[in-house]
C-alpha cells in the first residue's frame, strides 16, 4: 500500500475505529473473554518519535491470559509485538511515569509535541509512549538482559519527564504517578517467521481451536484493510 505513508492520524484512527468495532471483539471472543469486560480505546500511541493511530485494551486479566491475548491481536493484526503491562504490581523491574494532561487535552498533537519536547530534554525518552484518556504512560522497557532501552535508567528517565512536564506549557501536564511496572513484549519477527510461528505456539499450534479462529477472524481484517485501501487511495501510488 504505497499510499498509507501519507495517510493523516484521522484517517489512520478511523480505521483503527472499524478496527475496534468489527475485528477486536471477535478476538477478545476468540480467547473465551467477554468483550464487555474490558475497555478498549482508539487513543494515541508513540514509538520512535513517531505517534500513530492506537489500540490499547485494559482490563483484570491473569498474566497467562493476558499474554494470550495479545499474541492473539499479533498475530490477527500482523504485528511485530504487542506491549503487555501490568502499572500496579510493585514487584515488577520496568520504572513507569504517568504524565496527565487536564481533561480532554490530551489528543495526537499534543502527545506529539510532549514525545518530541521529551526526547529532546533528555535523549532516549523518544522511545515510545502508550496512552489512555488524558494519561500519557511512559515505560522505561528494559531488554533481555534487563538493560532498558532507552539508555536511561529509572531515575534518569523520571527527571526528564519531570523537566518536560515543568517546561511544556499548554496544555499544562503535571507527572501523576511513577514507579515499578511489569511490562513485557509478545512477539513475532515476521521476517524470519513468515507464518507467525512464535505466536502461533503461544497460542497451542496451528491446529489448535483458537488459531482456526483467529485464522477466520484474520480474513475478514483483510477485508476490511482491502475496503479501506481502496476507499482511501493507500493502495496506489502519488
Do not use: C
Not at 3 to 13: E, M, T, V
Not at 190 to 219: A, M, R, T
Not at 223 to 234: R, V, Y
Request: proline share 4%; net charge negative; charged share 25%.
Amino acid at each position: 500500500m504505497p499510499g498509507l505513508a501519507h495517510a493523516s492520524y484521522d484517517d489512520r484512527a478511523a480505521f483503527s475505529a472499524q478496527v475496534l468495532e468489527e475485528i477486536v471483539p471477535k478476538i477478545i471472543s476468540a480467547n473465551g473473554i467477554d468483550p464487555a469486560t474490558l475497555e478498549t480505546e482508539v487513543t494515541p500511541g508513540g514509538y520512535l518519535l513517531k505517534t500513530n493511530a492506537s489500540l490499547q485494551t485494559e482490563g483484570e486479566l491473569d498474566d497467562h491470559i493476558a499474554d494470550r491475548l495479545a499474541g492473539s491481536f499479533g498475530y490477527v493484526f500482523r504485528q511485530y509485538s504487542v506491549l503487555v503491562s501490568r502499572l500496579d504490581d510493585t514487584s515488577g523491574k520496568t520504572g513507569f511515569v504517568v504524565v496527565r494532561f487536564p481533561k480532554d487535552t490530551l489528543n495526537a498533537a499534543v502527545a506529539q509535541k510532549f514525545f518530541e519536547t521529551a526526547d529532546a530534554t533528555k535523549k532516549g525518552l523518544g522511545g515510545g509512549y502508550t496512552a489512555f484518556a488524558d494519561e500519557q504512560i511512559y515505560l522505561n522497557v528494559v531488554n533481555s538482559e534487563g538493560k532498558p532501552y532507552s539508555g536511561l535508567d529509572d531515575m534518569a528517565f523520571l527527571d526528564g519527564l519531570k523537566q518536560t512536564a515543568a517546561s511544556f506549557a499548554d496544555p499544562k501536564p503535571e507527572i501523576a504517578a511513577s514507579g515499578k511496572a511489569t511490562a513485557r513484549f509478545i512477539s513475532n519477527d515476521w521476517d524470519k517467521s513468515g507464518q507467525g510461528e512464535d505466536y502461533v505456539g503461544q497460542l497451542g499450534g496451528p491446529n489448535s481451536d483458537l488459531v482456526q479462529k483467529l485464522e477466520v477472524i484474520g480474513k475478514t481484517y483483510a477485508s476490511l484493510i482491502a475496503a479501506s485501501a481502496e476507499k482511501n487511495g493507500w493502495n496506489r501510488g502519488q
